[in-house]
């Protein structure tokens, strides 16, 4: 999510709320766009020292995994990126 805010959001407790305007070629047009609609409360901490640069979640490769890719694989590209 992109804010458009000088330097973004300051770290604190934000209400977020976001609509997502999906289309999808395949679906007839009056049935388009689905739209989806959440609202959060989210907490943006300031910058932490720490070992940790970027974090993946082995869920971000939950299509590959054990079809494309084996376990092995998804943390030898994930260690190529340099993440954790």
Sequence with gaps: MIVPLE???????HRVAVDVHLRAPYFPIEFQPNIFHAERELTIVGPVAGPFRYGVSTYSYTGDM????TLDDAMAEIADIGAT
Excluded at 66 to 69: D, E, G, V
């Design 66 to 69: 054990n079809t494309l890719m």
């Design 7 to 13: 330097g973004g959001l300051p770290a604190g407790v």
